[in-house]
């Protein structure tokens, strides 16, 4: 089935030790997306590509950059992560301005 | 601020019942709006959208209302069954499908 696949499921850290989380698609969509969602809140846009153009939000901490080799790979580097950092993160892809599938997420543990 | 408010933030329905959740917005630009259905560890699922070209949608037991002069929309899950029970989050997408989401409502359906 094609889908949106996230790894690790859980990751523990330790406090400024530097993290990647990987997302990879088999949809062939054009757009990733990452998200990150703390406890009892909506999901918050971070950055995404649309094609090869990366779009960085506004508010996204410096802390967080991504890396996109190829259409079906997109990479969270968390540089320095604090405790402020620990969530859930979520991938999801579109086919242009369609619908957004995600992932089941990356589960961030900051110690 | 907040470009799609979503109320309540929790409800509780007996199963068989109908839980409403509404969402307003204010974004003119809006030409798209889903709705979410995200169980616990999970990712958020596209449950049903519409376009601000049609008042309804009904897809079985889902249906969104849509008024757009108000600026409003809701989802009635109608015959509510406890495997209903998730947060539910409506969101708006303009340029890009770029999603704005609402704060989410935590639907609880007892047996």
């Known amino acids: 089935d094609a889908m949106v696949i996230q790894n690790p499921r859980y990751q523990v850290t330790q406090f400024g030790k530097p993290v990647t989380l990987s997302c990879s698609q088999t949809l062939n969509h054009n757009v990733m997306y990452w998200y990150q969602q703390k406890s009892s809140q909506a999901p918050k846009l971070l950055f995404h590509y649309y094609d090869k153009d990366f779009n960085n939000e506004a508010d996204t901490p410096d802390n967080f950059q991504s890396r996109r080799p190829n259409t079906s790979f997109c990479f969270l580097d968390i540089r320095s992560p604090g405790l402020g950092d620990a969530a859930m993160y979520l991938c999801?892809?579109?086919?242009?301005?369609?619908?957004?599938?995600f992932g089941p997420g990356t589960r961030l543990l900051v110690l | 601020q907040q470009q799609v408010k979503q109320s309540p933030q929790s409800l509780i329905v007996q199963k068989g019942g109908i839980s409403i959740i509404n969402c307003a917005y204010e974004n003119t630009a809006f030409d798209y709006f889903p709705w979410y259905q995200q169980f616990p560890g999970k990712g958020p699922a596209l449950l049903i959208a519409i376009r601000p070209d049609v008042s309804e949608k009904k897809e079985g037991r889902f249906t969104i209302s849509f008024n757009k002069s108000a600026k409003q929309f809701s989802l009635h899950i109608m015959d509510s069954q406890p495997g209903d029970s998730a947060t539910y989050f409506c969101?708006?997408?303009?340029?890009?499908?770029?999603?704005?989401f609402g704060r989410g409502t935590q639907l609880t359906v007892w047996p």
């Open positions: 999801a892809t579109s086919r242009g301005r369609e619908t957004q599938y």
């Open positions: 969101a708006g997408s303009s340029t890009l499908g770029r999603l704005y």
